[in-house]
């Protein structure tokens, strides 16, 4: 897990889409987008972008659903326009499952 230089959890900034994967690297704009959204993230903040939250949200989950904020729009360097980005902010049904 990435640590922020404060001892908690780093930010985590998560896209979908296709990727090129060469020597071990993975390249392309899905990539750039996650970096870029990870960017914008805070703490121990999970970002995740508009399409990922879609395919949560369409997906059945074991846990209960994932929960996402209202959303919030940003620029996003080296990335044209605006991207709108959700913060996960839990399940309804039930946390994910304590750490044993």
């Not at 959890?9 to 392309?28: L, M, N, S």
């Amino acid at each position: 897990m990435r640590r922020n230089g404060r001892g908690g959890p780093g930010p985590h900034g998560a896209a979908r889409g296709e990727a090129i994967v060469e020597e071990g690297d993975f390249f392309g704009k899905n990539v750039i987008l996650a970096a870029r959204i990870a960017a914008q993230a805070e703490g121990g903040e999970i970002l995740v972008s508009a399409d990922l939250k879609e395919r949560a949200e369409s997906e059945p989950q074991e846990n209960g659903e994932l929960c996402f904020d209202g959303g919030r729009e940003l620029e996003l360097k080296g990335l044209a326009g605006t991207h709108r980005v959700y913060k996960r902010i839990g399940r309804t049904d039930a946390e994910a499952p304590a750490p044993v």
